[in-house]
C-alpha cells in the first residue's frame, strides 16, 4: 500500500493565487469547475510535464488522465511536435502578414476531415462554435438553436444558463434544449417552428459532466441529419473534446454521418494554442461574409505544431490506438471493482472514459476512490470525462490499476457495509 | 528613386488559401479587412520576421509599421522574451493543472497597472472584454451598455452591428451608442436610463478606424469616471490595442483617472498568446462566480513571456520610447508631405499613431500614397492606426522617410493639380 500525498506547497501557493486572481485557479483547471473534491486531495498546480506524466510542486510524479483537459494527445512535449513548432518560430510566429503554413494546415484538415471543404482558425472552442452559430444564423436567416441536454460549447453568453451570472434573457432566449438520443423530441421542435430553427448544435455523442456518458442511439444520428436538411436547418457538430481521440476524419464520420459545421480545438495540436471550424462548401461565403477575428489567430507556430500533431496521429493511428488503450484500462479498473465488491460503470468512447462508482448514489464513495487515487500518484478527476494520450504505456496501465486497487481498498475498509 | 515591388508569389499563394480558407486572408490580417487597398500593393504573406521587420514570400523586406496590428512591442523574436519562453518551455506549457509563472505573472501586472487588484487571464482580447460586461451586468443587475461611436471591442455577437452577418437584434438590444467626448451625451443617457446602465466601455481615447483618432478633451475622463460612480455603473477601458504604449500603468493612469475593469491583450508579451483583464477588489467575487474558461487559457509559456515583456518594458521605459519614435517620425513624415505640397495629418499617440493625407477627401490619394510607400518596403496600412515597436532605429524612421518621399514624389507627379 502507498503513503498518501500531501500537498503543503500547494496549499501555500494557493494561497497567494487567491490573493491576485479571482478563485486562485479559475474554470476547469480549479478547484471549483475542475471538481476536485475534496480540493485537498489534489495537487493544484504544475511544475513540470513530459509525455504522460506531470509533477507537482511537492515533488509528487502523477499518470495523468485529464491531459490538460484534452489537448495533450501525444504526449506533453512530444518531440516531432516540438521540433515542427521550434522550426517554425525561428521564422516567425505572430506577424504582420500570414505564414504559408496557414494554408498548409487548412489543406491537411481539408484532406483529413471528411465533412472539410473549408477551415477557419481561431483560439477557442468557444471562438468557433460561437462563430458557427453565428454562420447559422446569416446562411439561414432563423434565430433558434436547439441544444441537448448535458451539453457544453463554450463560455459565450449564449450557450451559458439563464441562471448564471451575467447573463440576460436577451443571451438565450432563441435556444431550445431537448433530450438526447430523442428523435421524437427533434422532429416535435421542427413541427413546433416550422422556417424558425438555424441550427441544431451538438457534441458528437454525450460526454457531459455529472453523467454517465451516453453514445448515439442506432439511428440516431441518419435521422437528425435527415430532419436537419428536410427543414433547412444546419446540423453542427462540436468536436471541440472528442475530436481525434475517435477518428481523424471527424466524429461525424466516426458515427456515419456528416455535419455541416465542424468545430475541432484540444486535440489539434498537442497543445499549441488553436481552433478551427471546418464546414461545407455551400457555408463558405457565409463565413467569408462575417466579422470575424482577433489578435493572434494566425499566429505561425501552432499551425506549424498542428501539422506535426496531425501528421503523426494518422502515422500512429491515433484514435484506434487510443480507443484500445482504454479499452484495456477500462477492463482492468472494472475487474479491479469487481474483486473489491464494488461496480464502476466506464462509459462513453475508452479513449475519453468517463468512471462512475455505481454503488453510492450520492457520489460521495465515487469521489471517495477518486481522491485515493490522486493521492497516490494517478491523476483522474471527479464526474469529468477523462482523456488518453498516445504516451501511456502499458507499464503506465498496470501502476494505475495498482494505485486504484489500493483506492477500493482503502474505501472498502472505510465502508465494509457498502 | 526605387523600384516598385511586384508579388508574383503571394497572388500565387493566396489563390491556394482561397481554396481552402474562407477569403483566402480573413480578419484584420487579410486583404478587406486590412484594408489592403489597391491589393496587390500588398505582400499579403510573410516568410519570417525579426526585430521591426518582416520578409514576404516574394523577398522583399518591410520596415513594418503594423507590428502584428500590435503584439510585436519589443521587436520579433526579442531576445529576452524568446528565452524566458523558451525556459518555461522545457518545464511544460499546456498542462492539466497550472504553473507557478501564473500566479507570478498575475502579482507582476497587479504591481504594474495601477486599477488592478487582480488579474484573470484568457486568450483574445473578445475573451476579456466579453468577460468585462458580463461581469458589470452580473455586478449591477442591468443590461445596458454605453459605447462610443467609433468603438472596437471585440467580435462578441453584443459588439457587432445589427446589420453585420449573423447579429440578432437580442445581441444589441441593450446598446447604446454616444459621440465620443460628449459629456452632455454621457449625461443625458444616464438620465434616460435611471438604474438601468450597467457599464460605460471605452477605448482610452478615440483610435477607430476611417478617422482621425481623437485624444480625450481636458476633463473628459474626470466627468465619465464621476457620472460612472454617481449612477452606480462600471467604466470599462478597452485597452486591448493602446495597453502599455501610453502608460505601463495603464492607459487609464496615463489620462489620469482609474477604470474598475481595464482589458489587455495584443502588446502583453510580444506576440505570445494571451489577454488579461484586471480590475478592482470589489468586483473579484462577481469574476468568482462566473462561468469563464478556455482549453488553453493556463498554459504556462505566455505567462513567462508576458513577464519577460513587462519587465523589459519597464526596464526600457517603453512607452516613453515610443511615443519619443512616434512622434520624430510623424514629425518628419509631415515635412515629407510639406516638401511636396500635400497636408499629412497625423493624430492619436504617437506610439499608435492614425495617418490621413487631407488634400483629397475621398481618400484615394492617400491610398495611393500608402501603396507607393508598401510597395518600396515601408509596412504602412490604409484607415488604421499604425504601432511602433522598439527595435525600431533612427536608421529606420530615416529609411521609412525616404521611402515615404518617393512615393510622395510619384503621386505628386501623378497628381499635379491635388
Known sequence: MRDAFTYPNAAEQFRRAANVIPSGVYGHLGPVEGCFIPVDAFPLFSSRAKGTYFWDIDGHRFIDYMCAFGPNILGYGDPDVEEAAAKQRERGDCTTAPSLTMIDFAELLVETVASADWAFFAKNGNDVTTLAVMA?????????????????????????????AGIMEEDVQNNICIDWNDVTAVERVFAENPGGIAAIIAQPYMHGNFMDNELPADGFWK????????????????????????DLAGSDHYFGFEADLICFCKAIANGYNVSALCGKDFLKNTISSMSYTGSYWMSAVPFAAGIACIEKMKKLDCPKLLIDKGAKLARELTKAATDYGFNLRVSGVPSLFYLRLADDPSLMLHQEWIAECVRRGVFF????????????????????????????????ERHPGK
Open 136 to 164: 447559422a444564423r446569416a446562411f439561414t436567416h432563423r434565430k433558434k438553436i436547439v441544444f441537448f441536454k448535458g451539453y457544453y460549447h463554450g463560455v459565450g453568453a449564449w450557450t451559458q444558463k439563464i441562471d448564471y
Open 223 to 246: 435521422k437528425v441529419r435527415k430532419l436537419c436538411t428536410d427543414n433547412g436547418a444546419l446540423l453542427i457538430v462540436d468536436d471541440v473534446r472528442a475530436g481525434f481521440r475517435l
Open 381 to 412: 478527476t471527479n464526474h469529468h470525462n477523462h482523456f488518453i494520450n498516445a504516451a501511456l504505456t502499458d507499464a503506465d496501465i498496470a501502476e494505475t490499476v495498482d494505485i486504484a486497487r489500493d483506492a477500493f481498498e482503502i474505501i472498502r
